[in-house]
């Protein structure tokens, strides 16, 4: 929270954001919030635990580009971190996901197209980082062992699909990836003349569908599993180069180019 309110003031630049967020994720893994992987040593499971954190904070902060965008990501991944923590016997994790959502449902009726509230860069990481811990305390299945890390991924898809499309475009076009443009899909939709609502609406519906894709897998053996999350993988990546290549993104001007901390808030954004 400490690291995007001082960024919603405008006084960091991405470097020091970077090293904020890794503070913040390693104060929350030192408290026990991390990957247990018996196979792995300690420090490595905390090295992972640092990583997928801030890839969490990171990418919530890149989709919330578009009213409503982010807390519908949020809803639909603590749905389903609820869902898998009500058929695993998780009382905790399920109240903790409930809780999320509710916050998430009631936010989204001031973010949604016509926004009069925004989520900001504290919103935003104060997300990823919520749903990002979920993803990691969760049990996912007791019949194989592919989902324990399948899961937390669909739980978070539509941020995790933006940021590698944005890392992907960006380094096409050989721009610092840390550097704002207008490559999210978001913004690409609205440059071809879809608004937010709809941006919002399709990517709640893949998203619940992706999440339902793996919810399934928890039930299913290892073989199975790891079928449908090839299958899913292919799907996703088709869809990514169906956005790279279908729906390029308006030609980069020099505001474009200033880095991410400086961009504006969704709402100013050029339309």
């Known amino acids: 929270v400490a690291v995007g309110l001082v960024d919603d003031l405008g006084t960091l630049i991405p470097r ?3 090293i904020g967020q890794l503070i913040a994720a390693f104060v929350l893994v030192k408290a026990g919030v991390k990957i247990d992987i018996a196979a792995l040593p300690s420090p490595v499971d905390e090295l992972a635990s640092v990583l997928w954190m801030t890839t969490c904070m990171n990418a919530f902060n890149i989709v919330d580009v578009s009213d409503g965008l982010a807390t519908t990501a949020g809803l639909v991944g603590s749905l389903g971190a609820g869902v898998v923590a009500v058929v ?11 809780a999320l959502f509710g916050a998430c449902l009631g936010f989204l009726r001031v973010n ?11 919103g935003s990481m104060l997300l990823g980082a919520m749903l990002g811990a979920l993803a990691m305390v969760g049990e996912y299945s007791r019949t194989n062992v592919v989902s324990a890390w399948f899961v937390p991924l669909c739980l978070c898809a539509i941020p995790l699909f933006d940021l590698v499309l944005v ?20 913004v690409r939709l609205r440059h071809h003349g879809r608004g937010a609502r709809f941006t919002a609406n399709v990517a709640g519906a893949i998203g619940v569908l992706v999440v339902g894709v793996g919810v ?4 299913l053996d290892d073989a199975g599993a790891t079928l449908v999350f090839s299958a899913t993988v292919v799907a996703l990546l088709s869809l990514l180069s169906f956005v790279l290549w279908r729906l390029p993104p308006r030609p980069v001007t020099a505001a474009a180019t200033a880095p991410a901390a400086t961009l504006p808030e969704p709402a100013s954004l050029p339309p």
């Open 16 to 18: 020091d954001k970077f």
């Open 88 to 98: 695993n016997d998780e009382p905790l994790v399920a109240s903790m996901s409930a």
């Open 112 to 122: 949604r197209q016509p926004a009069r509230m925004y989520l900001g860069d504290t």
């Open 167 to 186: 890392i992907v475009a960006r380094l096409r076009a050989r721009r610092r990836v840390y550097h704002g443009s207008p490559d999210h899909f978001a």
């Open 216 to 219: 399934w897998s928890t039930r």
